[in-house]
């Protein structure tokens, strides 16, 4: 059974940096593609990025391009989100997400989700 978990969430100033941590379990990286997403309160959730299974990195928020960047570690089977430059507007919960090889922005491909971990962006 494919699982992925995220953690790092928490509360950080304007401007600053957090790391998003999704462990997977039950696949290996080299066969899932796997996703960020978040959601506001009220809004819609919202693809971020993803990583196929060949590596390859997709951005799909320009609200995000040059800040967060999307890796992976296959050794220990972990997709992270590295969050820099931090705005109120990134206040949200953050999802990672997982199907087989290939990336979309859409919820609907996605068979398997974490649980989400809150990021909240205040001074």
């Known amino acids: 059974q494919w699982q992925v978990v995220e953690s790092g969430g928490g509360l950080v100033q304007p401007g600053g940096s957090l790391r998003l941590s999704c462990a997977a379990s039950?696949?290996?990286?080299?066969?899932?593609?796997v996703a960020w997403f978040r959601q506001a309160p009220g809004k819609e959730r919202e693809a971020i990025l993803c990583?196929?299974?060949?590596?390859?990195?997709?951005n799909y928020a320009d609200s995000v391009k040059g800040r967060f960047t999307i890796s992976r570690d296959i050794a220990k089977n972990t997709v992270y989100l590295q969050m820099n430059s931090l705005k109120p507007d990134d206040t949200a919960v953050y999802y990672c997400?997982?199907?087989?090889?290939?990336?979309?922005?859409?919820?609907?491909?996605?068979?398997?989700w974490g649980q989400g971990t809150q990021v909240t962006v205040s001074s």
């Open positions: 997400a997982a199907q087989l090889y290939y990336c979309s922005e859409y919820v609907q491909p996605y068979d398997y």
């Open positions: 039950g696949f290996t990286l080299d066969y899932g593609a």
């Open positions: 990583i196929t299974s060949d590596g390859e990195a997709t």
